[in-house]
Structures are given as C-alpha cells and as structure tokens.
C-alpha cells in the first residue's frame, strides 16, 4: 500500500527499505548445510549425507515438542520412542556422511607421510585453495551463508582428501 514516506516541506519521497533478498534471511546454520554441500562429490543437488542430516534435526525438533507434552502419562512412551529414533537418525547421519572416514583421514594427517601427502595434494591444488578461500570470505561477509559454508566445505574436502555422498 503506502510505500513511500512523505515530507510535507519539500514534497519528497523517501523509500522504506524492504528486506526481499533472500540472502539476507541466512543464518548459521544455512552455513552448517552448506559445509556438508561442500563436502560432497557433487555440491549441486543434496546427496545422502545432507538428507540424512536435515532428518536428524528434524527429529530432534519433534522429541523437543514431545518432551513439552511428556507431562500427561499418555506421552510417555512417544518420549521413549522419539529418543529411540533420534538415536537412529543420529547414527544413519554419522555413517551416510562417512565421519569414520573423516576422522582416519585427520589421524593419518598428523604423522610426517600424511604431511608429505597433504603437502603433495595441495601443492597441485593452490589455484583452486585460493579461489576457495576467496569465495568464502567475500560471502561470508555479505552473510550468503550457504555459498559461503559450501566454498568452506570444498576448501577442507581439498585439505582432508574426502568426500561424501
């Protein structure tokens, strides 16, 4: 309706800024996501990993409003149920982003041949670190939080040498 705010001594306009970008509505956890897309073979469609993630909060929200009702004796056991499947989703997330795999990789990388053999990966790889850390850091200060998470998790997927699904 009235988008324009008057002054009556000049007869000029001022715009109200409207916030319709909808870059401006990331937060964190926008950027949380985009690591896992950045860890991923292909950053362009949600593999298994993100999936299987997103399912794990959404489920965590769900024991959260369970656990609110849990009060009334009828509840119980939807409680015992929800935690049950949280412990699932937990577990089919932690293997379907491959974290095992993750974490023998930071294991081998603290020796002196995973030094050589990051050394050796990354020296090929300058160009591209580059580019990556300055995608990331132009992003990150605008708060494109997704794009920002996603060049992050293409950075360290090049420094650790793994992807997930």
């Known amino acids: 309706f009235n988008n324009y705010v008057t002054d009556s001594s000049d007869n000029s306009y001022t715009p109200i800024p409207r916030v ?9 956890i926008d950027f949380y996501f985009g690591l896992i897309l950045g860890w991923q073979t292909q950053q362009r469609f949600p593999g298994q990993c993100y999936t299987d993630t997103l399912n794990y909060y959404k489920t965590v ?8 009702l849990s009060w009334l004796p009828s509840y119980w056991f939807n409680l015992l149920d929800r935690v049950r499947i949280n412990i699932d989703s937990y577990s089919k997330s932690l293997q379907s982003c491959q ?14 041949d995973g030094i050589i053999e990051t050394f050796a990966r990354l ?43």
């Open 99 to 112: 974290i095992h795999s993750i974490l023998t990789k930071l294991q081998r990388m603290v020796t002196v």
């Open 61 to 68: 929200n769900d024991t959260i409003n369970i656990f609110f």
């Open 20 to 28: 319709t970008d909808p870059e401006t509505n990331e937060t964190y």
């Open 123 to 165: 020296l090929t790889q300058v160009a591209f670190l580059k580019i990556y850390m300055d995608k990331f850091s132009e992003n990150f200060a605008v708060g494109n939080f997704t794009v920002a998470g996603t060049q992050l998790g293409l950075l360290t997927s090049a420094i650790v040498g793994v992807t997930v699904n």
